[in-house]
């Protein structure tokens, strides 16, 4: 069963840091794209960060530049988003996203970052 599963989400203090992971299952994780993507409520669903298949170039959206970093491992299938200087409006549910270069697309179910004092 081809899977993925964020963890790491909670709450933290505004100027705090989180560490979300994704573990994939049931696929070739190596073989993908991995993106982080984040919805808060009311808006639309945004990318976050990109990491390409080995790991050798990540792209970030400019609000998150110099805040969070995308890195992964792919001899643990697992994909990670270390988030420093949390703001109010980082507060999101933040899923993590495969694709291939087939179009194989898979999503995982989400992780809740609340950002509050």
């Known amino acids: 069963q081809r899977q993925l599963v964020e963890s790491g989400g909670g ?9 979300l992971s994704c573990a994939a ?5 190596a073989m ?7 919805q808060a409520p009311g808006k ?4 976050v960060a990109v990491i ?10 400019d609000s998150m530049k110099g805040r969070f970093t995308i ?3 792919n001899a643990k299938n697992t994909v990670y988003l270390q988030m420093n200087s949390l703001k109010h409006e ?8 495969a694709l291939s270069r087939a179009g194989l697309d898979y999503w995982g179910k989400g992780t ?3 950002v509050s004092s």
Not at 25 to 29: A, C, K, L, W, Y
Not at 32 to 38: A, D, L, P, V
Not at 44 to 47: L, S, Y
Request: with cysteine; net charge negative; hydrophobic share 30%.
């Open 90 to 97: 980082d507060t999101a549910v933040y899923y993590c996203n």
């Open 32 to 38: 993908y794209t991995m993106r982080w993507y984040r």
């Open 44 to 47: 639309e669903r945004e990318v």
């Open 11 to 19: 709450l933290v203090q505004p100027g705090g840091s989180l560490r």
């Open 71 to 73: 890195s992964r491992d």
């Open 25 to 29: 299952s049931g696929f070739t994780f």
């Open 112 to 114: 809740m970052v609340t």
């Open 52 to 61: 390409t298949e080995v790991g050798d170039s990540t792209n970030y959206a």
